[in-house]
């Protein structure tokens, strides 16, 4: 009966009924995919869909969130996108694993009639343009990448300390996110065009892969510190998690203070706007989770009663993209 319901109330929608509600609003029972709870800034995510869900403005709706964590397994998050379309869920929030497969998925769900809201992992155009009930909300990647490499350019300009050998240039390592996932490769690209832009003339003395995971950038780095020794003078994570696991290894390694590279990451979780606070992260940029989980739960809720869709402000006519911030000691009590 219920995913009766679910199959009618998405069949309108996407019929072009869009805002008007053709019988009383039904539950709303989400179904959340994750790529990996173990990742920080996606349970922190998380944890905001669930909390916004369950306020007043959604309460007619009665929703229910169901929670599945893939381990990083495609094959198991497909299994678990079934389980949740069995279990009755209207609306499906999925957080692929890997970007580039979700055919199955997309398959499963158009069959059912369950829209998908993909997020912060983004299927490429031709995979979104399967179906008409395929949504993504994200963050634009380009913009992280401009916005740390900002701050990094201001922290250089602001103290000459930075270029520890005085040789007029910053010797810099990276420490990237997953291979193939959007903001990586844009990240990385983008943070040191934009420092070569604000005129801070860079020698890069390499890179490691750490898949947005702390313990992995320690290890790397403590890999790079035992190759540059103490040449290294600013170190740029793809995101926070990282950015903490290569102080980690500078902290571990019992290095003096004064020839610290300064560190620069992006997403501001709670513990790296600490980082922020503590200056032991020269800055941070904004991934707003808060806003990204909004919009989700916004789009769901529209979703399952067809109301309200038309004062969602879409760009490509189904994505959702929140803009990033920069974060210094400075402003770092505005995010808390
Ligand atoms: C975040 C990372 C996170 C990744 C997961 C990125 O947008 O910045 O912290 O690990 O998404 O897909
Ligand atoms: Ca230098």
């Given amino acids: 009966m219920a995913a009766g319901l679910a199959v009618c109330a998405a069949a309108a929608l996407l019929d072009g009924c869009r805002g008007q509600r053709t019988q009383a609003p039904q539950r709303l029972q989400v179904g959340v995919a994750c790529y990996n709870q173990s990742d920080t800034f996606i349970s922190e995510l998380t944890d905001s869909f669930r909390e916004q869900l369950g306020g007043e403005e959604y309460k007619e709706l009665a929703p229910t969130v169901t929670l599945k964590d893939a381990a990083g397994l495609q094959r198991t998050q497909d299994d678990q996108v079934k389980e949740l379309i ?67 350019a201001d922290a250089i300009k602001a103290d000459s300390r930075i270029d520890r050998n005085k040789d007029g240039k910053i010797q810099y390592v990276v420490l990237e996110g997953e291979a193939g996932h959007q903001d990586a490769i844009l990240r990385t690209e983008k943070v040191a065009d934009t420092l070569k832009k604000e005129g801070v003339e860079l020698e890069k003395l390499g890179s490691g892969v750490a898949n947005w995971n702390r313990a992995q950038a320690e290890n790397r780095m403590t890999q790079m510190i035992g190759q540059y020794q103490n040449q290294i003078e600013l170190v740029l994570a793809n995101n926070d998690a990282m950015a903490l696991g290569a102080i980690d290894a500078y902290e571990k390694l019992n290095i003096t203070k004064a020839t610290f590279p300064i560190f620069l990451g992006i997403d501001g979780t709670d513990e790296g706007l600490k980082a922020v606070e503590d200056s032991k992260m020269a800055g941070t940029v904004y991934n707003d989770k808060e806003g990204q989980a909004a919009a989700m739960a916004e789009l769901a809720a529209a979703l399952a009663s067809g109301e309200g869709m038309d004062e969602i402000a879409f760009e490509n006519e189904r994505c959702i993209y929140l803009p990033y911030a920069k974060i210094t000691k400075e402003n770092v009590d505005a995010f808390r």
């Fill in 86 to 152: 069995d279990e009755g869920c209207n609306v499906l929030c999925v957080n692929l694993v890997d970007r580039t497969d979700p055919s199955e998925i997309i398959e499963l769900a158009r069959e059912s009639g369950v829209p998908i809201i993909f997020f912060n992992r983004e299927p490429v155009n031709e995979d979104m343009m399967q179906w008409s009930g395929l949504y993504y909300v994200g963050a634009d990647a380009e913009q992280s990448g401009v916005m740390q490499g900002e701050l990094a």
